[in-house]
Nanobody
Framework: QDPLVESGGGLVQPGGSLRLSCQATGFILDYYAVGWFRQVPGKEREGVSC??????????FYADSVKGRFKISKDKYANTVYLQMDDLKPEDTAVYYC????????????????WGQGTQVTVSS
């Protein structure tokens, strides 16, 4: 079994909503920093949102492009981190990945070492 599995992607119209899930198997996700990243063909992977471990007070980061529209959260009993995505725009179209690591400073891909396989989000009319 993969240690991190993303789900919840799909096709949605502009202005719609999706909730992505990142479920961990074999370790306690709440002990780690977790991030959501996205990538489109030909472009660098970028940080969307990150959340610290509970020991680091669950501090969060959001990219400027998603502030006020996306929210990251945890369910420690489900061992899952979520990304609620509201008011989706075509520019949000990408493969979304979750990742885990010891901590983050700037929500950069290189900061987190354990990655899922990704889930496709397409925003189109």
């Amino acid at each position: 079994q993969d240690p991190l599995v993303e789900s919840g992607g799909g096709l949605v119209q502009p202005g719609g909503s999706l909730r992505l899930s990142c479920q961990a198997t074999g370790f306690i996700l709440d002990y780690y920093a977790v991030g959501w990243f996205r990538q489109v063909p030909g472009k660098e992977r970028e940080g969307v949102s990150c959340i610290s471990s509970s020991e680091r007070d669950d501090g969060t980061f959001y990219a400027d492009s998603v502030k006020g529209r996306f929210k990251i959260s945890k369910d420690k009993y489900a061992n899952t981190v979520y990304l609620q995505m509201d008011d989706l725009k075509p520019e949000d179209t990408a493969v979304y990945y979750c990742a885990a690591g010891a901590f983050f400073r700037h929500c950069l891909p290189a900061e987190l070492g354990y990655w899922g396989q990704g889930t496709q989000v397409t925003v189109s009319s």
